[in-house]
Each structure stands twice: as structure tokens, then as C-alpha cells.
């Protein structure tokens, strides 16, 4: 049996052995243990084959920072208080006008306008919109039903003012 078939004696060198012995034919007698020395330890043909870009130093621009702005945020006056909205991350934006208005006053506004039940409170549901919400036990803030949703802030558009507060905190 020469080992071809299957099961038997396999009687085929090994990986690495492979690759010495076919080296040796390629040299023409050159010593291999040289070129391998001055790669460190990888010959020339190994390091072609894995290496997936040649050593090119290429010189990269330096990364320089964005200038943030220096113009301080704007403090626009709620149209439904009149007092000045300090924190303009929790201000949102007005139904009619477009203008920014204060959180609590949307609520409170709101809450005006509805009839509101013992456990019942206006609360905001998110993505612009607030709901009126039955809370069965009011300790208990996890079990609620949604009576009411009232779509405050349109989804498809952006207010003018909220791109101008977000440049001051991002640049890209």
C-alpha cells in the first residue's frame, strides 16, 4: 500500500517541511538562514504573501480639534410665562409658533385644558407627544393606561432653534 487510499499509513511531511524542502529548490543553493535572519525570522516570499500592504509611510495631516463656539446659548422668554428658559436641553417646542417653550408650562398647559380624574396626570410619552395618563394606583407608577395622546412637537421637522443650540455643543 502506498498511502492514497483510504485509512493506512499516511505517509505525507508535514506542513513546514513542505515549505523548507521546496524552498531549497528555489534558492539555487543560496542559504535561506541569512535572508530569514535579517526579516526577523520570515523570509522574503513569506513576507509578500501575508503582509497585506507594503511599508509605506505615508504622511497623515494632524488631527486638529474643531473650534467650538464662544456666543453664548441664547435665552430666549417663554411665550406662555414670559420668564427666560436658562436651560434650553429641556426646553420644547411650541405648537403654534415654533418658538421654544418651557417644559412645565407645556404640561401645565396642557392639564388646563383637560379634565383630568383622581389618579389621572398629563405626562410626556415621547417623540413630541404627551399623554393622559390613568394611573390606577398611584404609588405604583409602573401600571398605567394611556386615555389620551396629544401630538405636540411634529416629527418630520426640526426647529431653527434647536440647530442653533446644537452647534454649540457638536461641531460635525
Known amino acids: 500500500m502506498n498511502g492514497s487510499g483510504k485509512g493506512g499509513n499516511n505517509r505525507r511531511r508535514s506542513f513546514k517541511r513542505r515549505e523548507r524542502d521546496s524552498d531549497k529548490g528555489q534558492n539555487n543553493g543560496q542559504n535561506t538562514q541569512n535572508n530569514s535572519h535579517r526579516n526577523g525570522g520570515k523570509r522574503n516570499d513569506d513576507l509578500r504573501r501575508y503582509e497585506k500592504a507594503p511599508k509605506v509611510w505615508l504622511d497623515r495631516p494632524k488631527w486638529v480639534p474643531p473650534e467650538l463656539s464662544t456666543e453664548p446659548i441664547p435665552s430666549p422668554d417663554c411665550p406662555y410665562c414670559g420668564k427666560p428658559i ?11 409658533s415654533g418658538a421654544p417653550v418651557h417644559f412645565d408650562c407645556v404640561i401645565a398647559r396642557l392639564a388646563e385644558g383637560e379634565i383630568l380624574e ?32 396629544v401630538e405636540w412637537e411634529d416629527k418630520e421637522s426640526r426647529a431653527d432653534w434647536r440647530k442653533d443650540i446644537s452647534d454649540h455643543y457638536s461641531v460635525v
Open 86 to 96: 436658562n436651560d434650553m436641553s429641556m426646553a420644547i417646542t411650541d405648537k403654534g
Open 118 to 149: 383622581p389618579g389621572d396626570a398629563v405626562t410626556y410619552i415621547g417623540g413630541g407627544r404627551f399623554g393622559v395618563v390613568q394611573f390606577p394606583n398611584p404609588q405604583d407608577t409602573q401600571n398605567f393606561k394611556i386615555k389620551k395622546i
